[in-house]
């Protein structure tokens, strides 16, 4: 303060300070040193006296009660005569004021005039700050639990607060934050432009959210979800700026571990589906359409014996094995994928030097030479499928695709070393879909029927047994063969219920001829394999004897031989327990599987039928008799009962009859009749063939 404005400081009229103290909103009075009020302003006035009666010359004592004046007051009055100024606070109830925080400040006065002490009283009405202050009080209770970091920076970013939760995720003290800058956190990850954002958000007063990656004091990073407010003062001027910040590191972890599982393949590190089409689509984008370049499908046959035999952990060893040879084959970094549990695919770039054909063939040889299994070597067989990019651009979805339904028909056709990807494929593709769908509702609607081919004693021309074959009689179409639609109920699960229902209406109609005193004969119903893929067959065929009430023996299963081309505990097991029921088992089609005699010979056969292939050309061709006479020594080794099929002339019957075959069936006995047709041959109780007026 300079000279001359202490000058100008002069002391007003003792009026002056009156007025001035009459119109305060806090409460003043002077009090004697008899505890009487000499003087109160209004203020003290109306907290005091509601009643309009003056309280100058009343004693504080009544004003504040006996007891408390005794306690509080007067030992605090006392001491402001003997010269020590008061201050305390206290809350008290009044009429006027309500519940309210009070300050109360005892100043030590002379009064100039009558030369003895007096007491100036000036009581200030604290309650707001008070809740204010109660008010931040709790803020900070909440700010101090909060699992969220907490933060306060001035307008320059400066760290004025830091709570708890911040000092443990980021790793630095509160004393090592505090006068530092948010900087410090900054990990250099998050894109400038992301922080230019938020300042000019802040700045302009408005509230920024985003993610920012951080990195702790021990240099680890972590990822924030923050929200930053300005902070405004009671004109609304921005003072500082708060930040809230959760931690996202386990959400974005989990998060990017979720989408690797989408693209790479936890087993192989090869990619999914998803992540091949993306990187053929990328190799695509990037190097442009190859018409020379070929997506190719390949799959491991068998891998459930493998599975069966050294257990799922000796078949992940060896799919691991697998997929880096395909890696060694695929060209370019990583162009292959695991998209199934056996199904793997590979993108081969165009290579000039070499045809197609040397490719195809080094793919097969690297990938089915035998595996190291424990010391073990483990042959595979596999299947191809591909396609060329050709001309026409398609998405890589559609190219992984085609390579799948080339290597399907593969599945189909397993002659071929390999299947190459047409427009026909597709058709018939899309022909088999609407078929499936078609065989769904054909159960229902009752469009399937069993119709009966005797087999006869090929001496005496008598029947002694049936075979039921599976006829679907499509409302448009007409009849279709099994030869069609058997495989497709293989492949879409329809076989279960199909198959049941072919063993049920079998021993229906055994029944229903019994019923009617018909010299009832055995009927044979044929089983696929996948009918055993549930390993409970044996129980639904005792299920359906049991409700039919026929005996086992009645019933016979037909197996073709090509199932038995790979070994299979599930299916041993199932056959044994179907023979051990006494229904009888006959290896179908024999000839066609290149099964191991020796391999068969575990199985427990009642009956071998000689493939008709063989019989057709028994005449001509050594190597079906010789195929005759192998059946011929495993029948005898197994006591099995052979049966030649496709019979269709008496040349062939002689034959057979010549090389002591006994039974057969064919056309020249007679086709697969229907029901009834076959029903009223078993009333004839006929020789066959029959003759043309006994079928008139
Ligand atoms: P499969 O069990 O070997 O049945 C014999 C097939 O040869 C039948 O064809 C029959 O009609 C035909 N056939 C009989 N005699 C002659 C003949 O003298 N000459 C010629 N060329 N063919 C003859 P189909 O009925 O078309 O059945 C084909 C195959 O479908 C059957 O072969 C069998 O493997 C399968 N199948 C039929 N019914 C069922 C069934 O209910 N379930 C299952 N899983 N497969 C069935
Ligand atoms: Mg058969
Ligand atoms: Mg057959």
């Known amino acids: 303060m300079t000279q001359e404005a202490a000058s100008d400081n002069h002391m007003p009229d003792p009026s002056s300070f009156q007025t001035l103290l009459e119109a305060s909103d806090n409460l003043c009075a002077i009090v004697d040193a008899d505890y009487r009020y000499r003087w109160v302003n209004a ?7 509601p009643s309009p009666d003056s309280l100058v010359g009343v004693s504080v004592r009544r004003v504040v009660g006996d007891e408390h004046f005794a306690s509080v007051t007067r030992p605090r009055l006392n001491r402001c005569l003997d010269g020590q100024p008061q201050c305390y606070e206290i809350e008290r109830q009044s009429a006027v004021m309500g519940e309210r925080d009070l300050e109360v400040r005892y100043i030590p006065l002379m009064h100039s005039e009558l030369g003895q002490r007096e007491i100036g009283i000036v009581i200030a009405d604290i309650t707001h700050r008070r809740e204010c202050e109660r008010e931040l009080q709790k803020m900070m209770s909440i700010a101090h639990l909060s699992p969220s970091s907490i933060a306060i920076t001035d307008l320059q970013g400066r760290i004025e607060y830091v709570n708890p939760a911040l000092e443990k995720i980021s790793g630095y003290s509160r004393d090592e934050l505090i006068g530092n800058t948010s900087a410090v956190l900054k990990s250099g990850n998050t894109p400038d432009d992301v922080y230019r954002n938020l300042w000019e958000t802040i700045e302009g007063g408005q509230t920024w959210i985003g993610e920012l990656e951080n990195r702790r004091r021990d240099g680890s990073l972590y990822h924030e979800y923050t929200l930053i407010a300005p902070l405004r003062d009671d004109d609304g001027k921005v003072v500082n700026y708060a930040a809230i910040k959760q931690d996202t590191t386990a959400l974005r972890t989990t998060e990017s571990d979720l989408e690797r599982l989408a693209f790479e393949d936890s087993l192989t590190g090869l990619y999914t589906r998803n992540g091949f089409s993306q990187a ?24 459930r014996d493998i599975n069966d035999a050294y257990g799922y952990e000796g078949g992940d060893r060896l799919l691991i094995e697998f997929s880096k040879r395909l890696l060694q084959t695929a060209s370019g970094p990583g ?22 054909q040397t490719r ?15 010391g073990v070597a483990i042959g595979i067989a596999i299947r191809v499928g591909y396609t060329r990019l050709n001309h026409g651009t398609r998405p890589a979805d559609t190219l992984l695709r085609e390579a799948e339904r080339a290597l399907f028909q593969h599945r189909a056709d397993s002659n071929l070393p390999w299947v190459a990807y047409t427009d026909r494929l597709e058709q018939e593709a899309r022909a088999r879909v609407d078929l499936t769908r078609e065989l769904r509702t054909a159960l229902q609607d009752n469009q399937l029927e069993l119709h009966f081919q005797p087999k006869v004693d090929l001496s005496t021309g008598h029947l002694v047994s049936a075979e039921a074959l599976l006829r679907w009689n499509h409302p448009e179409r007409g009849l279709i063969s099994p030869g069609v639609f058997i495989p497709i109920a293989e492949q879409s699960q329809l076989i279960g219920p199909i198959g049941e229902w072919a063993v049920r209406c079998a ?9 009617e005193g018909l010299d009832v004969v055995r009927v044979a119903v044929n089983v696929s394999l996948v009918q055993f893929r549930s390993g409970s067959f044996p129980h639904t065929v005792h299920r359906i004897l049991e409700e039919t009430g026929i005996a086992p023996e009645q019933l016979s299963l037909e197996i073709t031989e090509s199932v038995f081309a790979q070994e299979s505990a599930y299916l041993l097991r199932q056959m044994r327990e179907l023979r051990a029921m006494n229904v009888r088992l006959s290896l179908d089609d024999f000839g066609t599987g290149y099964s191991s005699l020796l391999y068969l010979q575990q199985y427990p056969f009642d009956e071998i039928k000689i493939d008709q292939g063989f019989v057709t050309h028994l005449m001509n061709d050594d190597f079906s008799r010789n195929i005759v006479e192998a059946v011929k020594m495993l029948a005898s080794a197994l006591d099995a009962e052979i049966i030649a099929e496709g019979i269709e002339s008496t040349t062939v019957r002689d034959t057979l009859l010549d090389m002591g075959i006994r039974l057969g069936q064919g056309f020249y006995y007679s086709f697969p009749l229907e029901a009834e047709d076959f029903r009223w041959l078993l009333e004839r109780g006929s020789q066959l063939p029959l003759t043309a007026d006994q079928i008139e």
């Open 507 to 515: 021993c229906e109609h055994l029944r229903s001829w019994q019923n």
């Open 280 to 303: 053929l689509q990328e190799w695509v984008d990037r190097e442009g359409w190859h018409s020379e370049a070929m997506v190719v499908m390949v799959d491991v046959i068998g891998l």
């Open 360 to 374: 195809l063939e080094a793919i097969v040889d690297q990938l089915s030479r035998p595996f190291d299994l424990d």
């Open 335 to 356: 162009l292959a994928g695991r998209i199934g549990g056996d199904e793997c695919t590979l993108f081969l770039a165009p290579d000039p030097d070499e045809p197609i």
């Open 43 to 49: 203020a003290y006035q109306r907290l005091h006296a």
